[in-house]
C-alpha cells in the first residue's frame, strides 16, 4: 500500500532523506522513529504529496505520487502534528470543508460526519466555532476529518500530541481497529513506547538514512540487546551510528 523507492531530499549541498526505500503492507502499522533532524518530518512531508523528493519515487495503493498526486492525496489521510485549522468554521463546517475536499458524496456526508464527531467525543461541540476548541479537541477533530473519506492509508505525524489519557487509548484501539479493517498506518512519533504497543514494524531513521526496520525483535537482534525495551534499543542503534562519518543535520 505504501512503496518509497530510493527517496533522496537535498536542500543545496545538505541531503536531508538519502536513498531511503521501504514498503508499508495493507492493514500493516509501520512506525517511523528518530531523533531531530533525522528526516522523519521531511519523509511524512514526501509520502503525503506535500513535498516533492529531489529523486526516487513514491507509490500509494500504486498509485505514483508524482505523476498522479490527486488520485494519490484521495487516498490518504493525513494528521499533521501541527494542523492548521479555520477558526471561524465550525467543527461541523471543517468537517464539510474536507469532505469538499475529497469528493465525499453529499447525500452520505451528515451521517459519516456525525459517526466520526461522536467517535472523537466532538459531537456535542459540533456546532461551536474551531476558536472555541482546547488544543485536545482540535488535534480530534483532525483526526475526525481525516477519516471523512474512509482513506486506505493514514500517515500521522505525532498522533498522541494534546491528546488526554483517554483519547490517546481511544487512538490507539482505533488504529488496531483500522488496521483489521486493511488500512494502512504511517506513523511518525518520537513516544517510543507508543511505538512499542501500537506498532506492528518500526523503522529507524537517522541522518536521512534507514539504519534498520523490523518488529521490536529484529530491532533487539540488530542492535545486539535483548529483552530491552524500545528506548535502550533505540539509544543503541542510533549511537552506533553517530560514530560513522556524515553530516550532522540541522534541527527538526
Not at 43 to 66: A, E, H, W
Not at 90 to 110: L, S, W
Request: proline share 5%; aromatic share 8%; with cysteine.
Amino acid at each position: 500500500m505504501i512503496e518509497l523507492v530510493e527517496i533522496t531530499k537535498k536542500y543545496a549541498s545538505f541531503t536531508a532523506v538519502d536513498k531511503l526505500s521501504l514498503t508499508v503492507s495493507e492493514g500493516e502499522i509501520y512506525g517511523f522513529i528518530g531523533p531531530n533532524g533525522a528526516g522523519k518530518t521531511t519523509t511524512i512531508k514526501i509520502l503525503s504529496g506535500i513535498m516533492q523528493p529531489t529523486s526516487g519515487t513514491v507509490r500509494i495503493c500504486g498509485i505514483d505520487v508524482r505523476r498522479n498526486p490527486v488520485g494519490a492525496k484521495h487516498k490518504i489521510g493525513f494528521i499533521p502534528d501541527r494542523p492548521y485549522l479555520y477558526e471561524k468554521l465550525t467543527g461541523m463546517e471543517f468537517m464539510r470543508f474536507t469532505a469538499d475536499m475529497y469528493g465525499v458524496n453529499g447525500n452520505g456526508f451528515r451521517e459519516k460526519a456525525t459517526t466520526e464527531l461522536k467517535r472523537f467525543s466532538l459531537f456535542d461541540w459540533a456546532d461551536e466555532l474551531i476558536e472555541s476548541y482546547s488544543h485536545g479537541m482540535r488535534q480530534r477533530l483532525i483526526f475526525a476529518s481525516a477519516l471523512i473519506h474512509d482513506p486506505e492509508v493514514i500517515v500521522v505525524d505525532e498522533p498522541m500530541v494534546g491528546l488526554d489519557p483517554a483519547a490517546i487509548i481511544m487512538v490507539k484501539n482505533l488504529f488496531h481497529q483500522l488496521a483489521r479493517s486493511g488500512v494502512t498506518i504511517f506513523m511518525s512519533t518520537h513516544t517510543l513506547k507508543v511505538a512499542e504497543e501500537v506498532c506492528d514494524r518500526i523503522g529507524v531513521i537517522h541522518r536521512g538514512r534507514l539504519i534498520a526496520t523490523g518488529t521490536t525483535e529484529d530491532l533487539q537482534r540488530e542492535a545486539g540487546i535483548s529483552d530491552a525495551d524500545l528506548e535502550i534499543v533505540f539509544l543503541n542503534l542510533t549511537s552506533a551510528e553517530q560514530m560513522r562519518p556524515g553530516p550532522d543535520p540541522p534541527g527538526s
